[in-house]
T-cell receptor, first 113, second 114 residues
């Protein structure tokens, strides 16, 4: 069974530029999560989708971050414009449904200079 | 709201020694608790989970954790450390709301010395 795929794995941008991350969850998984993991901290949930609807985006900085999950499968997370404090690893996870085990992708390491 | 606190951001043990990683939780409802492991440049992998059944939970790679309600703890142990156990470990608690989201601790980096 293929795992959660993410791309790119690494990205370096300058502040005020925009960036997008892509996630392909495990086939058949209804729930998709985006986490931000700053160095030295645990992952923090940014947004959670159930199929193509948003379940929780309370910690998403909506002035600069946006995410979508068209057709309830792949998802894209965008940052525009980026700030230095956005430097982090962005993890995507999926689960069969709410409250089921989450499976994590390898993450995208973003460096904002 | 639920939260977890991991005591000790870095733990070093000798190969073959006992591994003990500490986690205390705060929850207004009976918690669901998890331990995840993260190897360098990889995503998180579930080690074990407590879901209100047995208080002693066995996971993968020889790890286990004991839920102690009186101490609000869920410490992770392994009798004998192996070099391959070197990684970062995260404790997490699942929320009781409709979203069932996970809240993670800040992590403990485990170093295994030869």
């Amino acid at each position: 069974e293929a795992g959660v795929a993410q791309s790119p794995r690494y990205k370096i941008i300058e502040k005020r530029q925009s960036v997008a991350f892509w996630c392909n969850p495990i086939s058949g998984h209804a729930t998709l999560y985006w986490y931000q993991q700053i160095l030295g901290q645990g992952p923090k949930l940014l947004i959670q989708f159930q199929n193509n609807g948003v379940v929780d985006d309370s910690q998403l900085p909506k002035d600069r971050f946006s995410a979508e999950r068209l057709k309830g499968v792949d998802s894209t997370l965008k940052i525009q414009p980026a700030k230095l404090e956005d430097s982090a690893v962005y993890l995507c996870a999926s689960s069969f449904d709410l409250a089921y085990e989450q499976y994590f992708g390898p993450g995208t390491r973003l460096t904002v200079t | 709201a639920q939260s977890v606190t991991q005591l000790g951001s870095h733990v070093s043990v000798s190969e073959g020694a006992l591994v003990l990683l500490r986690c205390n939780y705060s929850s207004s409802v009976p918690p669901y608790l998890f331990w995840y492991v993260q190897y360098p440049n990889q995503g998180l992998q579930l080690l074990l989970k407590y879901t209100s059944a047995a208080t002693l939970v066995k996971g993968i790679n020889g790890f286990e954790a004991e839920f102690k309600k009186s101490e609000t703890s869920f410490h992770l142990t392994k009798p004998s450390a192996h070099m391959s156990d070197a990684a970062e470990y995260f404790c997490a608690v699942r929320g009781s709301g409709s979203a069932r989201q996970l809240t993670f601790g800040s992590g403990t980096q485990l170093t295994v010395l030869p």
